[in-house]
């Protein structure tokens, strides 16, 4: 049997499987255009988020909020964001964490390990 954790060299507990994913308030109950076709498609603005490089400075993650913010992380939490980590623990982190750290936390293998304690 082959563990988990030999596919993630950083650890399945420093991994990022799955984030909440920002949503525009305004836009709940209607289907804007981040929510209305992932039936049909699989790497749509309705289900894949993004931790970009922090060169690319796209601010993340972002209080679900009336602007057009498509592939964020986000919630409609007032200061948190949840995600699932690979070995399927929950986190809440911070909106204002670090965009070099949630990069670090989505890259599988790129040798450094986050303390999660020390930045939720």
Same mark, same amino acid.
């Given at each position: 049997m082959?563990?988990?954790?030999?596919?993630?060299?950083?650890? &399945?507990?420093? &991994?990022? /499987?799955?984030? $909440?994913?920002? =949503?525009?308030?305004?836009?709940?109950?209607?289907?804007?255009? $981040?929510?209305?076709?992932?039936? !049909? !498609?699989?790497? =749509?603005?309705?289900?894949?988020?993004? !931790?970009?490089?922090?060169?690319?400075? +796209?601010?993340?993650?972002?209080?679900? @909020? &009336?602007?057009?913010?498509?592939?964020?992380?986000?919630?409609?939490?007032?200061?948190?964001? %949840?995600? =699932?980590?690979?070995?399927?623990?929950?986190? !809440?982190l911070?909106?204002?964490? @670090?965009? %070099?750290? /949630?990069? /670090? +936390?989505?890259?599988k293998e790129?040798? /450094?390990?986050? %303390?999660?304690?020390?930045?939720?």
């Amino acid at each position: 049997m082959v563990s988990l954790d030999s596919g993630f060299p950083d650890g &399945t507990s420093n &991994t990022i /499987l799955a984030g $909440e994913k920002y =949503v525009r308030r305004t836009q709940y109950n209607r289907g804007p255009h $981040e929510d209305r076709d992932s039936f !049909a !498609a699989g790497f =749509v603005c309705d289900t894949v988020r993004w !931790a970009r490089a922090p060169s690319q400075n +796209l601010p993340q993650p972002l209080l679900d @909020d &009336t602007g057009d913010a498509p592939r964020r992380f986000g919630s409609a939490h007032v200061a948190r964001v %949840n995600f =699932v980590f690979v070995d399927r623990s929950v986190g !809440a982190l911070s909106y204002r964490i @670090d965009m %070099n750290i /949630l990069y /670090l +936390l989505a890259v599988k293998e790129d040798g /450094l390990p986050i %303390n999660l304690a020390s930045i939720q």
